[in-house]
């Protein structure tokens, strides 16, 4: 469970693909106490040039295998459940 921090638009010349940063701030350091730094996960869905729902600010659930990417752990083409949205002024 996280929230989208970003998401990343492919050109329509490049192959389509929809990415977001998901970022985990729930997590805390082994001791209990103080929040560690925010986990970060690359998600991609292949073939896609938008998801439904999948914005900046929204918190979502995701479910599918982990793999990593440029450093970065990653999910690709994952089950996603949208928890709550931002709200819009």
Known sequence: MGFVESVT????????????????????????GRPAAAARLLVIWLGRRRVPGIEAGVEVRLDGMVT????????????YEILSRQEHL
């Open 9 to 32: 638009y492919q050109p329509a010349s490049e192959q389509p693909f929809f990415s977001a940063i998901v970022v985990d701030t729930q997590q805390r350091s082994a001791g209990g």
């Open 68 to 79: 990593v990417r440029d450093g970065l752990p990653a999910m690709f083409n994952p089950r």
